[in-house]
């Protein structure tokens, strides 16, 4: 990742900054494709308003939320080395993993919350938090809306954004992290509809993961047991995906009834219910949730399309990425530098017109060129050779396959199109 240019430790000249990542040009195109590719997937399946919400909010919140509450992951100290553990994930009947000793401190609840202060004055009515979730921005926003898009329920809120939660123990590269961003949709229905939306979306949620080229062998629900349920949600499914370390989720669904807004109508004196012209009755909208991490569907998108294989007897890394995905679309290369000015020239063309993201690589052999696209996951390369001048065709290669075919320099653009379904 750091050497193609995808993702840098954060403040890496000054030793890191565990949990916390900065992500490099080829990086911040990927999750640019990957937030798109969200958007429009929600969009195709209701009605979905977007909203960007502030990332500190005030106490209250959270409060209401639950979060100050219960927003707490167990931590247990070794006592000898001090390293610091999630006692959940830890037998403490065993020798600390780092040092062997095997006493700890007692077992205490730690809220993941950043806490800080607005302003000079330093008491509690200043306290604030960064958000550990974007979804408590749409449910106090909800009326606001609401009222101010002239839209009738069922609908739905979405909004991407950072997130962050004081892990305590961050790990697994992107997996896991303090600082990261979430892409969530509530979507708020009557009551009487909300099992039957809670599987349209499972089901919707699902079927994105296959649609984005990711192996549908890979992807699975896991409904959760009911002991397993968040305070919150009346059922929950998760989106798990098979990473290298395990089934682990990527993405939850949860039916959360009505939950947040009779919350936040309850602390803020404010009421959240809607009217019903039909029934002349006023309720209070269910919400099915849905949350994925940017940050995880990344690493997931990686360790998906991650392939090494031999091609002509030389061993190359490919990143089989869907073509709506990968962060450059086509790469063009002149086999000669003296062939530069007609690629370039097509080079343009593609940019421009497509407004899609390409590059101009004549540096090195054509073999070392095509293998540094295939890093980076670039669905295809055009060369043009000394031939090209007098046919006017180009050479196109296909990252997959390896495959080459010749087409007329004039169809280049078109082919492109149609590999990208841009009309
Ligand atoms: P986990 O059990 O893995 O901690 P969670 O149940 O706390 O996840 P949610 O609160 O449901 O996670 O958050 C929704 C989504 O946000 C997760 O499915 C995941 O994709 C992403 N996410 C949550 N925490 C992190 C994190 N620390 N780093 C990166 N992504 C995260």
Redesign the pocket.
């Known amino acids: 990742c750091k050497r193609r240019g995808f993702i840098y430790q954060s403040a890496e000249i000054y030793g890191g900054l565990n949990?916390v990542y900065d992500t490099g040009h080829l990086g911040t195109l990927l999750k640019r494709n990957i937030r798109t590719a969200w958007e429009k997937s929600i969009s195709k399946h209701g009605e979905i308003l977007f909203m960007e919400g502030s990332l500190l909010a005030p106490s209250a919140v959270w409060e209401a939320s639950g979060h100050v509450a219960n927003f707490h992951d167990p931590m247990v100290d070794c006592l000898k080395c001090k390293h610091r553990y999630r006692a959940d994930e830890l037998d403490l009947a065993k020798p600390c993993p780092h040092c062997g000793n095997t006493a700890w401190t007692e077992v205490r609840q730690f809220n993941m919350m950043f806490k800080t202060q607005l302003g000079a004055a330093a008491d509690n009515s200043s306290v604030a938090y960064l958000r550990p979730?974007t979804a408590q921005a749409i449910f106090i926003n909800f009326k606001n809306v609401y009222s101010t898009n002239r839209v009738k329920i069922p609908f739905g809120i979405a909004q991407m954004g950072k997130?962050f939660?004081n892990?305590i123990t961050?790990k697994q590269f992107?997996?896991?992290?303090?600082e990261?961003e979430?892409m969530e949709l509530e979507w708020f229905c009557k009551p009487e509809q909300a099992d039957s939306f809670f599987e349209y979306w499972s089901e919707k949620r699902h079927a994105f993961y296959a649609n984005i080229g990711i192996t549908p062998d890979k992807i699975r629900l896991r409904p959760h047991a009911s002991d397993e349920l968040a305070h919150y949600s009346k059922q929950c499914v998760?989106v798990e995906y098979e990473f290298p370390f395990g089934w682990?989720?990527?993405?939850?669904i949860a039916h959360r009834a009505s939950f947040d807004l009779q919350q936040h109508s309850t602390f803020s004196g404010k009421d959240l219910s809607v009217f019903d012209e039909e029934t002349k009755t006023s309720y209070m909208p269910n919400v099915i949730e849905s949350?994925?991490?940017v940050?995880?569907?990344f690493l997931t998108i990686l360790f998906d399309s991650y392939r090494e294989d031999v091609v002509e007897g030389e061993e190359r890394v490919v990143l089989a990425l869907h073509p709506s995905i990968a962060p450059i679309k086509a790469a063009f290369l002149p086999l000669s530098k003296k062939l530069n000015e007609p690629m370039h020239a097509l080079y343009q063309a593609s940019k421009n017109t497509l407004g899609i993201e390409c590059i101009f690589d004549d540096n090195g052999s054509i073999g070392k060129r095509y293998r540094r696209q295939d890093e980076i996951g670039t669905p295809v390369c055009f060369t043009y050779d000394f031939e090209s001048e007098t046919d006017h065709c180009v050479t196109v290669r296909n990252r997959d396959t390896t495959k080459q075919e010749r087409i007329a320099l004039d169809q280049a653009v078109p082919y492109l199109q149609q590999l990208l379904h841009l009309s």
């Open positions: 949990g979730e997130a939660r892990e961050p992107l997996f896991r992290m303090r990261f979430q998760d682990k989720e990527l993405e939850g949350s994925v991490g940050d995880r569907l």
